[in-house]
Structures are given as structure tokens and as C-alpha cells.
């Protein structure tokens, strides 16, 4: 059986649109229902005249941030694989601490006596 070479820009695997597949998707619904449950409660105990709005500018823009964080760009790496990846890199690396003895010379000008 033969491998099948595909390229770069076919994805295989299902998406929603290019970029942000299933597991991206279920992140962002994560995310945006614990704001929208928080949002939902704030509409209900809220007397401000303006809480549907601020309610609902909340749960969209969790949902626009989200996306803009979670999809895979040309890379193949999203925002927040980014950052993970940068994490755990420093979290890997040695720290080293190093002992400086610090000793300062002076160098006097010479005199020329005439």
C-alpha cells in the first residue's frame, strides 16, 4: 500500500473553517459558556439599565477572542500552542547561578613634571 503524500494547505481532519477544527471548537464553548452562565446571572441580579447589552458584549467577545486565540495559522500553531510551547520550554531549561566577584580598578592619570 502506497502512502499518499498530501499537501500542506488539505486539511484532514474536519474544520470548521481553515484553522479551527473540532478541538478548538470545543475549547471555545468551554469558555463561552462559563461566560455566558456568569453573564446570564448578571442579567438576573443586575439593576443597570444597560445590563442586556453588557451581557451579551461579554459572551461575543469571549467568543471573537477565543477564536482569534485558538485557530492554527499558517504554521500549524495557534496563539495558544504558542504560549504552551514557550511555557514549557522555560519551565524545561537549567538554571544556572553563577558567584561574581567584582573588584574595580583604578587607573590614576600621570603627572608630568616639568
Same mark, same amino acid.
Given at each position: 500500500?502506497?502512502?499518499?503524500?498530501?499537501?500542506?494547505?488539505?486539511?484532514?481532519? /474536519?474544520?470548521?473553517?481553515?484553522?479551527?477544527?473540532?478541538?478548538?471548537?470545543?475549547?471555545?464553548?468551554?469558555?463561552?459558556?462559563?461566560?455566558?452562565?456568569?453573564?446570564?446571572?448578571? !442579567?438576573?441580579?443586575?439593576? /443597570?439599565?444597560?445590563?442586556? @447589552? @453588557?451581557?451579551?458584549? @461579554?459572551?461575543?467577545?469571549?467568543?471573537?477572542?477565543?477564536?482569534?486565540?485558538?485557530?492554527?495559522?499558517?504554521?500549524?500553531?495557534?496563539? !495558544?500552542?504558542?504560549?504552551?510551547?514557550?511555557?514549557? !520550554?522555560?519551565?524545561?531549561?537549567?538554571?544556572?547561578?553563577?558567584?561574581?566577584?567584582?573588584?574595580?580598578? !583604578?587607573?590614576?592619570?600621570?603627572?608630568?613634571?616639568?
Amino acid at each position: 500500500m502506497k502512502k499518499l503524500t498530501v499537501p500542506e494547505n488539505i486539511a484532514l481532519h /474536519w474544520e470548521l473553517f481553515r484553522g479551527f477544527g473540532m478541538p478548538e471548537l470545543i475549547r471555545t464553548a468551554i469558555i463561552t459558556g462559563i461566560v455566558l452562565f456568569g453573564s446570564i446571572l448578571f !442579567y438576573i441580579f443586575s439593576t /443597570w439599565a444597560f445590563r442586556l @447589552a @453588557a451581557a451579551m458584549l @461579554a459572551v461575543l467577545l469571549t467568543m471573537f477572542i477565543c477564536v482569534n486565540v485558538f485557530v492554527r495559522m499558517d504554521n500549524n500553531q495557534s496563539i !495558544y500552542n504558542f504560549l504552551k510551547r514557550g511555557r514549557r !520550554y522555560r519551565r524545561e531549561q537549567q538554571t544556572f547561578y553563577y558567584k561574581r566577584e567584582e573588584r574595580i580598578h !583604578y587607573a590614576a592619570q600621570e603627572r608630568k613634571d616639568k
